[in-house]
């Protein structure tokens, strides 16, 4: 069974600050990652989107890493700013073909960014 | 091009009532899913419609059920309602309902239950 876990649980920087935000998983059989930025009672905003067949994938300041057989993806955030507060969701799609499409998420990790 | 609408964004029920939370699929998008995201948790996947046909469904009790409608809409629909029900309700809607599809969600339906 799929778990998918986010460390750590909450994160306070400094305006200015780079982020690291880390998801691990334990079956290495998806199709894609993905890191989600979820605003207080709001939906989900996807960030990036990393193909299984891929080790990164970049957008802007996001520069997300996908190493699968071990299981890991980071977030890197750069030079962080106060509208980087939310909380970020990683998620997988897992291969087996009666679970895919069906993401399994992370718990998520909270930021705070001080300015 | 609309994305993905839920409503309402609110609710408030008491134990064992019955509720019914709808959904606006993306222009174009075939596949709903579901999930429930309690507090400090992240989303858990309830099921997913497939061109009106329930499509795989996660640990859920079948007092959870949902529809999809002609255009693709969808309803969830929870019966007896209990405290734990308590939780966002997250919809998304994707191209097709297999591996390696885009989701994109909603704003989601907060249910509160007293």
């Known amino acids: 069974k799929q778990e998918v876990t986010q460390i750590p649980a909450a994160l306070s920087v400094p305006e200015g600050e780079n982020l690291v935000l880390n998801c691990s998983f334990t079956?290495?059989?998806?199709?894609?990652l993905q890191w989600f930025r979820q605003d207080p009672g709001k939906g989900l905003t996807s960030l990036l989107l990393i193909q299984s067949s891929q080790r990164e994938q970049t957008s802007g300041r996001l520069n997300a890493s996908l190493d699968k057989s071990s299981g890991r993806s980071t977030l890197y955030i750069a030079a962080s700013q106060p509208g980087d507060s939310a909380t970020y969701l990683c998620?997988?799609?897992?291969?087996?073909?009666?679970?895919?499409?069906?993401?399994?998420f992370g718990a998520g990790t909270q930021v705070v960014v001080t300015p | 091009e609309t994305g993905v609408t839920q409503s309402p964004t609110h609710l408030i029920k008491t134990r064992g009532q019955q509720v019914t939370l709808r959904c606006s699929s993306q222009?174009?998008?075939?596949?709903v899913s579901w999930y429930q995201q309690a507090l400090g948790q992240g989303p858990q996947f309830i099921f997913q419609y497939y061109r009106e046909e329930e499509n795989g469904r996660g640990n859920f009790p079948p007092r959870f059920s949902g529809l999809q409608f002609p255009n693709y809409s969808s309803e969830l629909n929870v019966n007896a309602l209990e405290l734990d029900d308590s939780a966002l309700y997250l919809c998304?809607?994707?191209?097709?309902?297999?591996?390696?599809?885009?989701?994109?969600f909603g704003d989601g339906t907060r249910l509160s239950i007293l």
């Open positions: 079956d290495s059989a998806i199709y894609n």
């Open positions: 222009s174009g998008h075939n596949t």
């Open positions: 998620a997988v799609d897992p291969r087996a073909t009666d679970s895919w499409g069906k993401l399994q």
């Open positions: 998304a809607s994707s191209l097709g309902p297999g591996g390696n599809q885009p989701q994109h």
